[in-house]
């Protein structure tokens, strides 16, 4: 693997710099857990797909740049140390998207990838139920197949949507053979919000903003061309949707770079420098985020060369959700009894620390990652 860039993707570093530099919003704009900062975050992604900005490793023909992932990666970089909006769309743009990319039928590119690359559709994570967070297998959500056969009548519960509030679209995985048991008889199906039967009911967060929403399904009927892959193979899908979910897309390295040259920087500011303890703790969390970033550059160049993200993607989680809180948690060492402050300085940092907390949880609980990587990683013994 040869970290050293080519002319080409100095260019396109360059190119990306100078575009943001010019059309990053100068105030931050407000959450995007609001109805307000929604809409403005979607005029935001409008504006990066008019650019060619919004997906740079789609094909040109559904909205992207053509890039590969390592110019994605370079993208990244670009994008978080401009302070540039959170992604409103990443459900579609990082996860859908390229699943979509890798398992979907022609007319499905067609149809739903440039919608998503412009923002017109964003699309909500609708998998979570009651009775089954992190071990989907156990979802009880129903599909059946009307009496002619050209649609799915879904009924259920779907819980802790992410973006479900404001979205256009959820896709989400039904058990459609009752006499499944848990992997199999599960189909992947995308699904319009707007349509008859659905009720959309938003869950507050800790800072009272619906980030969330429960979806209830009561006899909604949807188009079987709206199944994405192989009924009843639902849950091959869903592992592709996860696999770039922990693996690769929703985390790039650059987010967590940046926040430790942030906190690096508070470092300096606010704390004791002759304090080895603290200088240990700082230095470990810049080589976590280095190393983090030289193995996303492994797991890319591997993609490049025809592999495919598996079940090691369960490590990746595991690493970023937890350096994240670390990282959050120096933070509030560092300032102190400020730290309870939500306003001025310490308002970002406050922020990042509430939100680090649901990394272990959401992409499937840390807990449930460890029993992944023992039974399909080190193949390791049931108990």
Known sequence: MDLTETEDEKSFRAEARQWLQANVPATPLPSFDTAEGFELHRQWEGLLFEAGWSAVSWPVEYGGRGADYLKWLIFEEEYWRSGAPGRVSQNGIFLLGPTIIEVGTEAQKARYLPAMASSREIWAQAWSEPDAGSDLASIRSKGRLSDDGTEWILDGQKTWASRAAWADWCFGIFRTDPESIRHRGLTFILIPLDTPGITVRP????????????????????????????????????????????????????????????????????????????????????????????????????????????????????FWSEMDVRAHELALQLLGPGAERTDGPYESWVDGFLFSLSGPIYAGTNEIQRNIIADRVLNLPRA
Do not use: C
């Open 203 to 318: 869950i507050a967060q800790l800072d009272g903003d619906a980030g969330f929403a429960e979806i209830f399904f009561d006899d909604v009927h949807v188009p079987v061309a709206n199944t994405l892959g192989e009924p009843g193979k639902g849950w091959n899908v869903a592992m592709a949707a996860a696999g770039f979910e922990r693996g690769v897309s929703l985390r790039s390295p650059a987010r967590f770079n940046v926040a430790v040259d942030r906190l690096i920087e508070l470092w300096k500011q606010v704390g004791d420098l002759d304090d080895d303890t603290m200088r240990d703790a700082v230095t470990d969390l810049w080589m976590q985020a280095e190393g983090y970033k030289l193995h996303t550059a492994m797991t890319v160049t591997k993609l490049l060369e025809g592999g495919h993200i598996g079940s090691e993607s369960s490590l990746n989680k595991i």
